[in-house]
DNA sequence: TATTGTTATACTCTATAACTATA
DNA sequence: TATAGTTATAGAGTATAACAATA
């Protein structure tokens, strides 16, 4: 190509070739995380084929796993999602007979929340996927480095 | 409130007061960048007030900001973001006078992008808040714990 | 009155495919 | 044929408010 030594500064429209200023996103904390996190629901999707489940979906059947008989107001407060959010989520596992709404009999607002054996089943099958993804998406860190990255990730969510 | 010593273990229904177990949830590194990346969501909006401007719309304006003139693909390109999410979102910028679409004289197909003087000015406004607001989110951590996460989320990435 | 859950609405974001026009 | 951009559609996520049933 002619013009190999036109590099004219960041500023010169058009060049086609130079690389891309990242502005001040490259010096943001909160960007990198944002970028992070779409590696890590890339990866998600990569190892689940059901697009339909997605990482939220997958939060909420675990959670239903590991605290049986859960109200939906808890769950909600657990997961950082609204009340109708889970309601729709409930729905979504319910119709795929992953979940099953049982009344309390002592208070009759609430519904408890619990996993269905064919719940039980797609949760353990999600877990090891989840857990395989999770060691690949760390690949590239060590142990200590894993284990500082989820300390310091921690520490941001301190300031919700 | 009765029943104080009634802490049964995890597994027992409906117990009202126990706390949630997050189950595999805890260990994931990717479902904690995900709950940081809610955090810095939420951050952003908080300081920001026309809820219309979001992290991802405010990355596009401050990319043509560095890089004026560049073609909506390389845009694309740079943020992973499809060339119809492009589309839409100087679309929107657009309508709004901040951003306007040149031909390029050369090759018919692209539009250079631009800021115009009203989005150049709305980008540094933002720019001051988002570096608050990012300074904010890391106030909990010290300055080397922050050049630390930053490198450890890029290495995330590094497997994409 | 307050709480639990549902329903409805609206907007954002993502993904995909079909389409136009230009090269 | 390939590239740049647009348009259309669909699903997922989020936020809010109004609502019913129950406490």
Redesign the pocket.
């Known amino acids: 190509m002619s013009g190999a030594t036109q590099r004219l500064g960041a500023q010169e429209a058009g060049a086609p070739t130079r690389s891309v200023d990242h502005g001040i996103l490259g010096s943001l904390v909160s960007h990198a995380v944002a970028r992070a996190n779409?590696a890590g629901d890339?990866a998600f999707h990569a190892l689940i084929d059901d697009?339909?489940i997605?990482?939220?979906?997958f939060w909420l059947l675990e959670l239903v796993g590991a605290n049986p008989g859960l109200?939906?107001?808890?769950l909600?407060d657990a997961l950082a999602?609204?009340?109708?959010?889970?309601?729709?989520?409930?729905?979504y596992w319910q119709a795929r007979g992953c979940v099953e709404?049982r009344a309390d009999p002592?208070?009759?607002?609430?519904?408890?929340i619990f996993l269905t054996t064919e719940g039980a089943s797609l949760l353990a099958e999600l877990q090891t996927r989840v857990l395989a993804q999770d060691a690949r998406l760390c690949a590239e860190l060590t142990r200590a480095e894993c284990r500082e990255l989820a300390r310091l990730l921690a520490k941001l969510r301190s300031n919700e």
């Open positions: 779409l890339a697009r339909s997605t990482p939220q979906r109200q939906q107001v808890q909600a999602f609204s009340r109708s959010a889970v309601t729709l989520v409930i729905d709404r002592a208070d009759r607002r609430p519904s408890r």
